[in-house]
């Protein structure tokens, strides 16, 4: 059995390991796009409607913030990973609303491992994921369990 | 009509369906999610998901399309039934989702909502948490998606 090339398999996680994943700037006519498709509200859609909600400004839709993350821990980590996707989320919670030209970034510490115990090639690894924007305040905080083979365990 | 009236819960709501096209799949998961098995379809068929299949994040966010425009219906069988309208703030997050299984190319998913329970907000008056069990359901009745969501409402 060759070991896999991969540069994070289940065996790479440590308890206890914290990985910068890296930052990007929330761009308005992003927000637009994603709200159109998938969270039609006004203070997700208009700047004038978001400044004068709740929220203060043009703000992302909090699955727009939960896929940014998503993309942040792909370029961070995952694509050079051998993730076989995620079961579930333990929590998402949105603290503060995240605003177009926010800058986020994201730091993820491993919570826990284990071994999967239908399948022997693979093992669970549960990951906390903490954004925060420039000001340096959290905007949300997310726990997910990623299924990743072992370094020497194929497909 | 009483607030709780208002919220009905306890009751199911159907929010609408949606089919999952190859195109939109791939085009989604280049923008936030492109692991090889939402990108690719030979990858996919390679890995645990078996064939090209919708990010997490992709059947989540479409549940959200279909509450959000399932929401003028609510409001109106409220006034219907002589009240007004109750009124949402911002979400505060969801709690134990699970992707129970692959939402594949060609798919047809159903989404739906239960509200559950509802408490005061301390510290703010006049809101409530409400919390509402969301799930997706393939076109053989499978739940593919399932998770509780906290959102903040009060009397309108």
Same mark, same amino acid.
């Given at each position: 059995?060759?070991?896999?090339?991969?540069? #994070?398999?289940?065996?790479?996680?440590?308890?206890?390991?914290? /990985?910068? =994943?890296?930052?990007? +700037?929330?761009?308005? $006519?992003?927000?637009?796009?994603?709200?159109?498709?998938?969270d039609p509200q @006004?203070?997700? /859609? !208009?700047?004038?409607?978001?400044?004068?909600?709740?929220?203060?400004?043009?703000?992302?839709?909090?699955?727009?913030?939960?896929?940014?993350?998503?993309?942040?821990?792909?370029?961070?980590?995952?694509?050079?990973?051998?993730?076989?996707?995620? @079961?579930?989320?333990?929590?998402?919670?949105?603290?503060?609303?995240?605003?177009?030209?926010?800058?986020?970034?994201?730091?993820?510490?491993?919570?826990?491992?284990?071994?999967?115990?239908?399948?022997? *090639?693979?093992? /669970?690894?549960? =990951?906390?994921?903490?954004?925060? *924007?420039?000001?340096?305040?959290?905007?949300?905080? &997310?726990?997910?369990?990623?299924?990743?083979?072992?370094?020497?365990?194929?497909? | 009509?009483?607030? %709780? %009236?208002?919220?009905a819960? $306890?009751r199911t709501v159907e929010l609408g369906s949606h089919?999952? +096209? +190859?195109?939109?799949?791939?085009?989604?998961?280049?923008?936030?999610? @492109?692991?090889?098995?939402?990108?690719? %379809?030979? !990858?996919?068929?390679?890995?645990?998901?078996?064939? =090209?299949?919708?990010?997490?994040?992709?059947?989540?966010?479409m549940w959200m399309r279909h509450h959000v425009l399932a929401r003028p219906a609510a409001e109106e069988r409220i006034?219907?039934? $002589?009240?007004?309208p109750?009124?949402f703030?911002?979400?505060?997050?969801? !709690?134990?989702?699970?992707? /129970?299984?692959?939402?594949?190319?060609?798919? +047809?998913?159903t989404f739906r909502q239960t509200p559950?329970?509802?408490?005061?907000?301390? $510290?703010? @008056?006049? #809101?409530? &948490?409400?919390?509402s069990?969301c799930?997706?359901? *393939?076109? !053989? %009745?499978?739940?593919?998606?399932?998770? &509780?969501?906290?959102?903040?409402?009060?009397?309108?």
């Amino acid at each position: 059995m060759t070991a896999n090339p991969k540069r #994070w398999t289940y065996d790479d996680f440590e308890v206890g390991m914290v /990985l910068d =994943l890296g930052s990007m +700037t929330v761009d308005a $006519g992003e927000i637009v796009e994603f709200a159109k498709q998938f969270d039609p509200q @006004p203070m997700h /859609l !208009d700047r004038k409607a978001g400044e004068t909600s709740v929220l203060g400004g043009l703000s992302a839709a909090g699955f727009h913030v939960g896929a940014m993350m998503m993309r942040l821990m792909c370029d961070g980590f995952l694509l050079d990973s051998t993730s076989q996707g995620a @079961p579930g989320l333990d929590f998402l919670h949105w603290r503060k609303p995240v605003l177009a030209g926010d800058t986020i970034t994201l730091r993820m510490t491993v919570k826990a491992k284990r071994e999967s115990k239908s399948r022997p *090639n693979l093992g /669970l690894v549960t =990951l906390g994921q903490q954004l925060s *924007n420039q000001h340096g305040e959290q905007v949300c905080d &997310m726990q997910s369990t990623v299924m990743f083979l072992k370094r020497n365990g194929s497909q | 009509m009483t607030f %709780e %009236e208002k919220l009905a819960l $306890g009751r199911t709501v159907e929010l609408g369906s949606h089919t999952f +096209t +190859t195109e939109e799949i791939k085009a989604f998961a280049h923008k936030y999610d @492109p692991q090889p098995f939402h990108v690719s %379809e030979e !990858d996919a068929r390679k890995s645990v998901l078996g064939g =090209l299949c919708a990010s997490g994040w992709h059947t989540a966010a479409m549940w959200m399309r279909h509450h959000v425009l399932a929401r003028p219906a609510a409001e109106e069988r409220i006034r219907a039934a $002589g009240g007004t309208p109750i009124v949402f703030g911002p979400a505060r997050g969801l !709690d134990s989702l699970e992707w /129970l299984s692959p939402v594949y190319a060609g798919d +047809t998913i159903t989404f739906r909502q239960t509200p559950l329970s509802y408490k005061a907000i301390p $510290g703010r @008056p006049g #809101w409530y &948490m409400l919390q509402s069990r969301c799930e997706a359901i *393939n076109q !053989d %009745e499978k739940v593919v998606m399932r998770f &509780m969501a906290s959102v903040m409402v009060r009397e309108g």
